[in-house]
């Protein structure tokens, strides 16, 4: 090999180490730098957190912080096909509830109302539990995770043995102090988190009569009672002092802690029932401290011309959320019209789910579990929630 060939040979192998060291760093800088790429697209991905909810600059609709408008449409989530509430299950059998909220998604809701019940919140009169708390926690995480806001209805005494003796033996003061303390502690544990939509104070509460009553519930519906007592006695009182007195009570109590959250009452509409009669809660100078209508409506067959005007008489100047809707008495076409009729006065709408599926209905084929599929799929079809993302 003369001394030429000897210099390009050199030559070469020179340029063949440098370029294969040089691919070498190229790739295993490429493979140091992959799982950083992968985070960071992950990060990139994740959704923005949910802007709290606030009534809407016309009074009477509702918008989120950026001022884009948002309509409530959604389920209640009380209980399981079984019956069970959602604390006798949410422990042990967390993946259902995960599941649930999936499905509850894909029904085109952007609501979920819970029914937070007091015997599991409050271990005493002073003391609430932890546990529970904890839990709840966990599900402001999963409804931020699915894109969903939370109804949190609270107070709920829905089984009898479950409410603890020592508070139904409590006076109404003290009651009144009981309930304040269950508030605040759902208040401190939800402060942060802007996926809750509102906090119902309780779930279609009423006053006594004339009559002293002796027992704080009242009326049962499969098992549960879902009506409660402010007071069992007005003492000289009007009805309107006392509602006026508890609400006030309770949300200065929510607002020391949680400042700007929406706050609401569940009505039973005796509107409807006993036309001619007159919002409690809602009434001047009762609800003042409220800042929408929450009410409940189950029309009649062949009657949604008059649950429309029974829910006229809701219209107080404030956003109206009908909270509880179900063709319970009427068929799916009728609850549909009502529906359809209601939206010049009405700004949200919450219907139910049970932990089934409109395909696992289907698969039952008895007439409750059809006329359930059946509502749940009209609601999936004609859902305004998906121009609210």
């Keep these: 090999m003369n001394p030429t060939e000897s210099k390009i040979n050199l030559i070469k192998s020179y340029l063949f180490c440098h370029y294969f060291a040089f ?105 609430s539990n932890a546990s529970n708390l904890n839990r709840l926690a966990d599900l402001l995480k999963l409804a931020e995770r699915e894109r969903l806001y939370l109804d949190l209805t609270g107070l709920g005494c829905y089984h009898r043995a479950d409410v603890p003796s020592w508070y139904t033996d409590l ?11 269950f508030w605040k502690a759902i208040a401190v544990t939800c402060k942060e988190s802007s996926v809750v939509f509102c906090y119902d104070l309780m779930n279609e509460p009423i006053v006594p009569g004339k009559k002293v009553e002796t027992d704080w519930l009242t009326g049962e519906l499969a098992g549960k009672t879902f009506v409660q007592r402010i007071s069992l006695d007005l003492a000289g009182r009007s009805g309107e002092d006392v509602a006026r007195a508890w609400i006030q009570r309770l949300t200065a109590t929510i607002r020391e802690v949680d400042p700007g959250r929406l706050i609401t009452v569940g009505a039973i509409p005796w509107a409807y029932a006993f036309p001619g009669a007159k919002p409690l809660f809602y009434s001047p100078g009762v609800g003042d401290d409220l800042d929408f209508v929450s009410v409940h409506f189950y029309p009649k067959a062949d009657d949604a011309a008059g649950a429309l005007k029974a829910l006229r008489v809701y219209d107080v100047g404030k956003p109206i959320v009908i909270e509880e809707m179900f063709p319970l008495l009427c068929s799916v076409d009728v609850m549909a019209e009502f529906i359809e009729l209601s939206k010049p006065v009405a700004s949200g709408w919450i219907s139910f789910y049970w932990g089934k599926t409109a395909l696992e209905l289907r698969q039952k084929n008895d007439l409750p579990a059809v006329v359930t599929a059946t509502w749940l799929e009209w609601m999936t079809s004609n859902s305004p929630a998906t121009s609210n993302e």
């Design 171 to 181: 006076d109404e003061v003290s009651r009144w102090n009981v309930q304040a303390e």
């Design 23 to 127: 691919y070498v760093v190229e790739l295993f800088g490429a493979l140091l730098l992959m799982p950083w790429c992968v985070s960071l697209l992950a990060t990139e991905a994740k959704p923005l957190p949910l802007s709290r909810i606030m009534v809407a600059v016309d009074g009477k609709s509702f918008a989120d912080e950026a001022g884009a408008a948002f309509t409530p449409w959604g389920v209640n989530y009380d209980h399981d096909a079984d019956g069970r509430l959602l604390e006798d299950y949410w422990t042990d059998e967390w993946p259902t509830v995960e599941a649930d909220f999936r499905e509850i998604r894909k029904l085109g809701c952007n609501v979920v109302r819970i029914h937070l019940q007091l015997g599991r919140f409050m271990t005493s009169p002073t003391q």
